[in-house]
């Protein structure tokens, strides 16, 4: 994450379900509210014990009502992939588009993004599943039509330009799920007083326009209520 006024790659995402893969350190988080990722992530990146297991539910749960055996079964399941994560990453590195976690019914699935198609299906074999009592599914979706590298590569010389537009702007990212550019921006003024959530969605989707026209790829503006700290 980048000081207040940069634009820095390692933003966070918006989604909180991405799975971020950034120069092999792979950082993964739950689809549960943005508060609670910190959390996930902890345990994803580092081998805990039952009692660390525990101590990351209760953090993530908090005091309100929560599905504990839930929690616990999508912690367990992150932990699992994160390193059939970092496998699939290295095999289909020069088509990798994104990947990112959906827990959906009480079972985690790993979907990995990939620039165009296969030239046979022998070469999707990799991606079975070669562990016994897996905690959950991989799916691999083909057609993307950039790589994050490429995008990554695509916006570079675009930086200057969307920070003089966006003179608050906190990061930017490449969205895992959709490929979209993402910019954080910084706009305290539509969180107070009388501004609503109508208001605020609205100043997003000009502002998404705008940085569209700017990065030339699809992208889209996420507003702070303040800058990072």
């Not at 910190?38 to 039952?50: D, F, K, Q, R, T």
């Not at 699992?80 to 290295?90: F, K, N, T």
């Not at 620039?115 to 070669?130: C, F, V």
């Not at 562990?131 to 590569?153: K, L, M, N, P, S």
């Amino acid at each position: 994450m980048g000081a207040a006024g940069a634009v820095s790659p390692q933003a966070p995402s918006r989604t909180a379900r991405a799975v971020r893969a950034s120069a092999g350190a792979f950082a993964l988080a739950l689809m549960l509210p943005p508060a609670f990722a910190m959390g996930a992530v902890s345990h994803a990146n580092v081998a805990s014990s039952e009692r660390a297991l525990e101590q990351d539910v209760d953090a993530i749960a908090g005091d309100g009502p929560a599905d504990r055996a839930e929690i616990r079964r999508q912690l367990i399941a992150e932990s699992d992939l994160s390193s059939e994560l970092g496998r699939l990453r290295e095999a289909f590195d020069e088509r990798w588009a994104g990947a990112f976690v959906e827990h959906v019914d009480g079972k985690t699935t790993l979907v990995v993004r990939l620039k165009g198609y296969s030239r046979d299906a022998g070469e999707l074999q990799i991606a079975q599943p070669h562990q016994v009592d897996q905690t959950y599914e991989t799916r691999i979706v083909e057609g993307v039509e950039f790589t994050e590298a490429e995008i990554r590569e695509r916006i570079r010389p675009k930086l200057d330009a969307v920070k003089a537009a966006f003179p608050s702007v906190q990061g930017h990212y490449v969205d895992d799920a959709t490929s979209e550019v993402v910019v954080l921006v910084s706009r305290p003024e539509l969180f107070e007083g009388r501004s609503s959530a109508a208001a605020r969605a609205e100043a997003e989707r000009e502002l998404s326009l705008r940085l569209s026209q700017i990065v030339g790829l699809p992208a889209r503006v996420t507003l702070l209520p303040g800058p990072f700290r």
